[in-house]
Each structure stands twice: as C-alpha cells, then as structure tokens.
T-cell receptor, first 113, second 118 residues
Framework: EAQVTQNPRYLITVTGKKLTVTCSQN?????MSWYRQDPGLGLRQIYY???????DKGDVPEGYKVSRKEKRNFPLILESPSPNQTSLYFC????????????FGPGTRLLVL | GESVGLHLPTLSVQEGDNSIINCAYS??????FIWYKQESGKGPQFIID?????DKRQGQRVTVLLNKTVKHLSLQIAATQPGDSAVYFC?????????????????FGQGTILTVHP
C-alpha cells in the first residue's frame, strides 16, 4: 500500500530537549515536504526537498532542520524545541510530475512544555 | 506579504445541494493551484488542481474555476453528500514551470469548513 508514515504520532516534550520526527514514503517520490498546521493559520510549509541532498526553506523554517540522505526518508529535527512549536505536523511526498497529488502522512501532534 | 485566503470560513449545505467554496490569492506569479480536503484527524487529501493557462477543470463531482483577472479560485461540489463534510484548503504554487518542473513550494489558504446536513 502506498503511504507516508510518520513517527511518533503524539509527543510531549520539554523546552530545549532535542527531538526528531521521522517521515518515510514507499512510493519512490522525489519531492517531500514538512508542514505545520495551527488553528486559524492553516498549513504552513516548513521545509521541502526536491531530491536526495536537495532541500530548501518553506515559509516557516526557523527552529527546524531537515535532512534528505535517502530518497524515502525526510526527518524533521527540532534542535531546541520551544512552546511556540507546539503544533500538528504533516509530512508529504509526491513525484516530480505529480504536483497536486501530494500524499500526506497521518500527522504528528507535538506539545512542547 | 503575498498570501492565499478564503472568503468564507464555514459553509453549511443540505445533502444534494451544490456547494461552492471560494479562495482569493494575491500573488500574480502563482501559476498552479490545488484544492485539498481534510477530514477530522487525517492529513489533507488531493481533490483537483488547475494550471493558470486554464480557467476551468472538472473532476468527478467537482469543478475548479480560476479567474485570473480578479485572482479568484473556486471549488464547486455537485450533489454534496455528508461524506463531503470536511475542511477544504486551496493552495498555490509559484513558478511551477512548463513540462512539470516545480520548485515544490506551496502556500495554503486558511481553510473552509464544509458541513453537509442529511
């Protein structure tokens, strides 16, 4: 089954404690993205990657890092989480010619105390 | 800054009616637009897309209209069903280019809540 998986699905952490949210897709897609979703603000793109070792900033990259060492994985790293990073995070992937047909993961709900 | 927004945050319709969800965009360089549906507790799901060289595109029960003159996008859902109840987002891409190349950057609107009453 074609899918995007994220782990963990729920996470409670404390300010300053480094964390990583993993994202993996099994569709051999070139493009992967991370979004955060907040009430009243919709989905905002954090980072995206057009292929292995190629990443670029989205609209809200501050406080986040990403890496794309393998085509299937695109982890999101919060080096020093802060309460304003409490949010619902989505990973997405698509192939390079399927612009609209992004496949989204199930989401990771993060609470930073 | 440039942004994508929605005229109506909520829309309630009766089952069987047609629904129209609107979206305004402000970036004249945007050349590709997408509508997504998000059900409670799930990630967004692609519905339909349209390139800026088109003004209308139809899918199954859905139609997207693009008016570049007034920078307006709409999603029409025919014979709306209770299963259509969800939040609908429009998204824009700048510089998707010809031949399917894309820079991968999408900007989403805030969303419209569609509620369909049986």
């Amino acid at each position: 089954e074609a899918q995007v998986t994220q782990n963990p699905r729920y996470l409670i952490t404390v300010t300053g404690k480094k964390l990583t949210v993993t994202c993996s897709q099994n569709m051999n897609h070139e493009y992967m993205s991370w979004y955060r979703q907040d009430p009243g603000l919709g989905l905002r793109q954090i980072y995206y990657s057009m292929n292995v070792e190629v990443t670029d900033k989205g609209d809200v990259p501050e406080g986040y890092k990403v890496s794309r060492k393998e085509k299937r994985n695109f982890p999101l790293i919060l080096e020093s989480p802060s309460p304003n990073q409490t949010s619902l995070y989505f990973c997405a992937s698509r192939n390079r010619n399927g612009m609209g047909t992004q496949y989204f993961g199930p989401g990771t709900r993060l609470l930073v105390l | 800054g440039e942004s994508v927004g929605l005229h109506l945050p909520t829309l309630s319709v009766q089952e069987g009616d047609n629904s129209i969800i609107n979206c305004a965009y402000s970036n004249s360089a945007s050349d590709y637009f997408i509508w997504y549906k998000q059900e409670s507790g799930k990630g967004p799901q692609f519905i339909i897309d349209i390139r800026s060289n088109m003004d209308k595109r139809q899918g199954q029960r859905v139609t997207v209209l693009l008016n570049k003159t007034v920078k307006h996008l709409s999603l029409q859902i025919a014979a709306t069903q209770p299963g259509d109840s969800a939040v609908y987002f429009c998204a824009e891409n700048i510089g998707s280019g010809a031949g399917g190349t894309s820079y991968g950057k999408l900007t989403f609107g805030q969303g419209t809540i569609l509620t369909v009453h049986p």
